[in-house]
């Protein structure tokens, strides 16, 4: 991916020690990509998301589209 390290954060709504993921916000400038992990496998694959896809998402799911009908 690159050779900077992403500095790894998870949502504050994620206390229950559930099923999470973390991102890293802060290679967006630089890269124009957010890298995605699972937080329990953080040595396992990372998925780099464009940030103008995961902007989309983020938009889908505070707008209620991926809620169960």
């Known amino acids: 991916m690159t ?12 206390n229950n020690g559930g099923n999470c993921i973390e ?6 400038a630089a890269h124009g990509v957010i890298p995605v992990r699972d937080s329990k496998v953080p040595a396992g694959p990372v998925l780099s998301i464009p940030a103008a896809s995961f902007a989309c998402f983020v938009a889908g799911v505070k707008g209620g589209e991926f809620d169960a009908a």
Do not use: N
């Not at 050779?3 to 994620?14: A, H, I, N, Q």
């Not at 991102?23 to 967006?28: N, R, T």
């Open 3 to 14: 050779t900077e390290s992403p500095r790894w954060f998870k949502s504050s709504y994620s």
């Open 23 to 28: 991102i890293a916000a802060d290679l967006v």
